[in-house]
C-alpha cells in the first residue's frame, strides 16, 4: 500500500517536473531510461553480481533503433525491436558469463561491452563511428507528433514502460525464481541441494537486465535521436551500476529515484561547474554509502516509516 | 526381504593418503532410521557427500531404488528424492526462515510457477505447518542469521524435509542443540519422519540419542564400516565401545 502510494507520488512530482519546466520533461525522459537500466543491474545485485559492462546492451537497443528506423516508421515497433536484439545478445552473452562469479563475472562483461565499443567506433561504413548515427523521428502509434508534443508523448511512453517494468520486477523479486537471486548472494550450494540450478536463476535475471537495458537504450535513441558509442562506453556502465547503489536495491523505486537525482545532479551541477560536476556526484554517492547503505529507496522507506509510526 | 532403498557398494574415496572412504557397504531399508556414529574424521560427512552428489567416489557403486547415482550432481540426486540438512547449517542468510523453508517448497513446482508469488497463502500454510512441527512457528518470520546454532541446524532440516524427500540424510542434527532440548527435538523430529514415511540415515554423537531413536546403528572407523546392527547389540559390543564410544566423551 505505501509502495504503491509512493510511486504515485513519484508520478505526480515527474508530471509537475514535466508540466512547469520544458527543459526537464527531455532530462525526465531520459532519467527514466537510465532508470530502466538501472533496474536491470539491481536484479543481478540482488545476487551478489556486478556487471561492469551493461552499457553493451544499452547500445544494443539504441543501435538498433538506428539501424532499423530506415525500415521502420513507428517507435513502439523499434522499442520492442530494440528490446529483443537486447535480449538475444544478453542470451549469447549470458550463457558465458552466468559461468563465473564476483571479479569474474564483473570483468567478462566489461570485456565483452569493451569489444562491442571498439566494434561500433571501427566499423566506419556501418556505424559512422565516433560520428554516431542519426535517427529521423519515427511517428508514435501512427502519429506523426514533432516539437512538444513528441516531447510528451515520448515521456509518457517512457513512464508507461517504467511503471510496467517496475511493476513486473516487483513481481519478481516476489516469485521463488526472484527470490533464488538472493539465495545466490549467500549460499549458493544450498541451492543446488534444493534442485534449483543456480545458473539458470542467474540467466534468466541477466536476460531481463539486457532486456531492460535494451528498452532503456531505445527510449534514449528515439529521445536524443542521435546514438554513439559512448554508449556502450565503460564508464556509461559504471555509471549504471553507480546509480544503482545511489537508488538503493531494496525497492523497485530505488533505480527511479537514483536515475532522476543522478541526471538532476549531473545537468545542474555541469552547468554550475562544468570541470567538477564528476566530483560533486563522488560527493553525493559518498554522503549516500556513509549515511545510508540502503540508497535513496531506503532513506525514503526510513522516512514513510517515521512518519507512520507518529501518525 | 523387498529390495533396499539405497544400497552402497564398495564406496572409496581417498584424499591424499587420507582415506575418507575404503570400501563402504551400507543399505538402508525403506521406511527404516538409520543412526552412524564414529569418531571424528572417520568419513561420515564423507558418505553423506558421496550420496548426495557433492563428492564423487573414486571406486563403488550407490544404487537408489536400484538406480545407480554414484557421480550424478546434486540436483539431479535431490530431484530423484534424497535430501539433505549440514553439519553446519547452510542457510540463506538474507531470507527469513519463513521464506528459506518456502524456497525449498516452491523448488518442486513447474518452470512457471517460478515466477507466481513466494509466499501464496497455500505454500505460506504449507510451510508454517511443517515449521510448527519442529516447534519453529515462533521464529518463521526472523532472518535466519539471527536464530542460535540449535534453531539454524533445525531450520536446515526444515528446508531439507520441505523437498519431501523418499530419504533424507542429516549430518549431526543435534549437535549445536542444548543438552536439555535434544531428546525433545529428536522426539519430535523422528515422530516427523515416521508419520511422512520418511527413510532417514542421521550421523549422531549422542549415544542416549541413538538407542532412543534409531532402528540400527552404523559404526564407522577409518573410511570403513566396523559393526552395524540393532542399537542394544551394537552398543553393547567391547569393541565398539573401545574403538568409538570411549573417545566420544570429548566434545567434537
Ligand atoms: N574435501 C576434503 N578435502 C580433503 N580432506 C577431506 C575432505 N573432506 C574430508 N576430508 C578428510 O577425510 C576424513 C573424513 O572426514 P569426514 O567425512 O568429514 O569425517 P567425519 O564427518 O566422520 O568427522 C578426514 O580426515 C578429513 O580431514
Ligand atoms: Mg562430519
Known sequence: MRGTLTVGAGVVLLLLLALFQPWLRFVSTIALSTGLAVLGIMLLLRAGQVSFGHALYVAAGAYTVAFLRPYLGEALLLLLAGAAVATGLGLLVGLFVTRYRDIFFGMLNLAFSMVAWSLLEKLYSLTRGTDGIRVVRPSLLGLGLDGPAWDWALFLLALVAALLAGGLVARYLGSPAGSALGAIKTRETRLEFAGISARRVLLQAYLASAALAGVGGAITALATLHVTPLLAYWTHSGELVFVAILGGTGHVLGPFLGAVVFELVRVHAAAAFPDAWQMILGFVLLVIILSAARGLAGLLDDLARRLGGRG | ?252
Open chain 2, 1 to 252: 526381504m523387498s529390495a533396499p532403498l539405497l544400497a552402497a557398494r564398495g564406496l572409496s574415496l581417498a584424499f591424499g593418503g587420507v582415506r575418507a572412504a575404503d570400501g563402504v557397504d551400507l543399505e538402508v531399508a525403506e521406511g527404516e532410521i538409520l543412526a552412524i556414529i564414529g569418531p571424528n574424521g572417520a568419513g561420515k560427512t564423507t558418505f553423506i557427500n558421496m550420496v548426495t552428489g557433492y563428492l564423487r567416489p573414486q571406486a563403488g557403486s550407490i544404487r537408489f531404488t536400484g538406480r545407480e547415482i554414484a557421480g550424478l550432481p546434486p540436483r539431479r540426486i535431490v530431484r530423484l528424492g534424497i535430501a539433505r540438512s549440514f553439519q553446519i547449517p547452510q542457510l540463506f542468510t538474507e531470507h527469513t526462515v519463513l521464506e528459506n523453508v518456502a524456497l525449498h517448497l516452491a523448488a518442486r513446482s513447474g518452470f512457471w510457477a517460478a515466477f507466481g508469488p513466494l509466499l501464496s497463502a497455500e505454500r505460506r500454510a504449507e510451510a508454517m505447518a511443517l515449521l510448527a512441527g519442529l516447534d519453529l512457528a515462533a521464529v518463521a518470520h526472523a532472518r535466519s542469521d539471527q536464530l542460535d546454532e540449535g534453531a539454524r541446524k533445525l531450520v536446515d532440516i526444515a528446508m531439507a524435509l520441505a523437498l519431501r524427500p523418499r530419504l533424507l540424510l542429516m549430518d549431526e542434527p543435534t549437535s549445536g542443540v542444548a543438552a536439555a532440548e535434544k531428546h525433545a527435538i529428536m522426539d519430535r523430529l523422528v515422530a516427523a519422519l515416521r508419520r511422512e514415511g520418511v527413510t532417514a540415515v542421521f550421523v549422531e554423537h549422542d549415544m542416549e540419542v541413538v538407542a532412543r531413536h534409531a532402528d540400527r546403528v552404523a559404526v564407522w572407523s577409518q573410511g570403513r564400516i566396523l559393526a552395524e546392527g540393532p542399537p542394544a547389540a551394537v552398543l553393547a559390543d567391547p569393541v565398539v565401545r573401545r574403538e568409538v564410544i570411549g573417545v566420544e566423551g570429548a566434545p567434537c
